[in-house]
Every structure is written in structure tokens, then in C-alpha cells.
């Protein structure tokens, strides 16, 4: 499980675009968001780094903690 934190994910339509872009690279991960904190957590095979690398090309750069 990844946990990462997206400071620009502030709504539910920024949440829905997080997942899309997450599921466009693995389409079996399991996603939680939480907007409010700006929060995200992924079930995924892939490794931390290709993961973030989608989400900062989808406009979301994040940090993995």
C-alpha cells in the first residue's frame, strides 16, 4: 500500500481525476482518496515512483509518505 499526499486534490472532481489517472496505469489498483486531507492511498504492484510520476503528469504532483 502507497500513501501519498496531494496538496492540489481539494474536491470530490479533483479525487475522481486522481483515481482515472491512477486506474489508466493499473486498472486492478484499489484506490482510497480523501480529499479533504489531500490524501491518497494505493493498492498497487507498481512502484511508488511510476505512481507519482502519473499523478504529476496528470496536474496532481504528490509526495509519498
Known amino acids: 500500500m502507497h500513501h ?3 496538496p492540489n486534490m481539494t474536491c ?14 493499473d486498472p486492478q489498483a484499489r484506490i482510497e482518496t480523501n480529499p479533504a ?3 491518497v492511498k494505493v493498492d498497487s504492484t507498481l512502484a ?3 505512481l507519482l510520476a502519473v499523478l504529476g503528469k496528470a ?5 509519498h509518505i
Open 37 to 39: 486531507a489531500g490524501e
Open 4 to 6: 501519498f499526499t496531494v
Open 59 to 63: 496536474g496532481y504532483p504528490a509526495r
Open 12 to 25: 470530490g472532481g479533483c479525487a475522481k481525476s486522481v483515481t482515472k489517472a491512477l486506474l489508466g496505469v
Open 48 to 50: 511508488a515512483s511510476e
